[in-house]
């Protein structure tokens, strides 16, 4: 069925240090957007990247979609990082925005 | 601060009670929707209206129902409250109608507590 995975499900990493999220999905997609929750549970844009790279900040991400996946690179991470990063895609004929299960991240200093 | 308002924040009812999330949109945008983020359950996708019609309906339990108003703000209705409704709702809008390639913006959400 229609899926939406992400990984690691949990990293713990040392403040300075940078990291990769991956986002894999099952099938085409129209729209793919990235979300931070923090930990007062908002949801954040980060990026909407049906296709391509874009970068914003220490925060940059690519979606390769004829390879069904995504990716969200972490540089020189800081605390503030710390919470839960979602991935989110439209497939092709479903018309609704379904989240991954999200990678849980902790920022230590 | 992503432009679209939701009241209350936080919110704790007993078993059995009824209540009402509120939802304003970001300026311009016609489209509204419903999220319900619990823990076991993740981020599921409820109800979507456009410009005050029901567009898209996912799983939304028949205890909860929704409406969007001429003026574009949107409620949510949940009724004959369980403990497992506990959970953050969200709302979120874009400008697009229902085809969902477009942004979505989330509110802060709308902690709801059954007790």
């Known amino acids: 069925g229609i899926q939406v995975e992400q990984s690691p499900p949990d990293l713990i990493l040392q403040e300075g240090a940078n990291s990769t999220l991956r986002c894999n999905f099952s099938?085409?997609?129209?729209?793919l957007q990235w979300f931070h929750q923090n930990p007062w549970g908002q949801l954040i844009n980060l990026f909407y990247i049906p296709s391509g790279t874009k970068q914003n900040g220490r925060l940059s991400a690519t979606t390769v979609a004829t390879e069904r996946y995504s990716l969200l690179y972490i540089s020189s991470s800081q605390t503030t990082d710390s919470g839960v990063y979602f991935c989110?895609?439209?497939?092709?004929?479903?018309?609704?925005?379904?989240f991954g299960k999200g990678n849980q991240v902790v920022v230590i200093p | 601060d992503s432009g679209v308002t939701q009241t209350p924040k936080h919110l704790i009812t007993a078993t059995g009670q009824r209540v009402t999330l509120r939802c304003s949109p970001r300026?311009?945008?016609?489209?509204v929707y419903w999220y319900q983020q619990s823990l076991d359950q993740g981020l599921q996708f409820l109800i979507q209206?456009?410009?005050?019609?029901?567009?898209a309906k996912g799983n939304i339990l028949e205890r909860f129902s929704a409406q969007q108003f001429p003026d574009l703000h949107s409620e949510l209705n949940l009724s004959s409250l369980e403990l497992g409704d506990s959970a953050l709702y969200f709302c979120?809008?874009?400008?697009?109608?229902?085809?969902?390639?477009?942004?979505?913006?989330f509110g802060e959400g709308s902690r709801l507590t059954v007790l």
């Open positions: 989110a895609v439209v497939f092709y004929g479903n018309n609704r925005l379904a």
């Open positions: 099938d085409s997609v129209n729209n």
């Open positions: 209206y456009y410009n005050g019609e029901e567009r």
């Open positions: 300026s311009g945008d016609l489209s």
């Open positions: 979120a809008s874009s400008r697009e109608a229902g085809e969902y390639t477009g942004e979505l913006f």
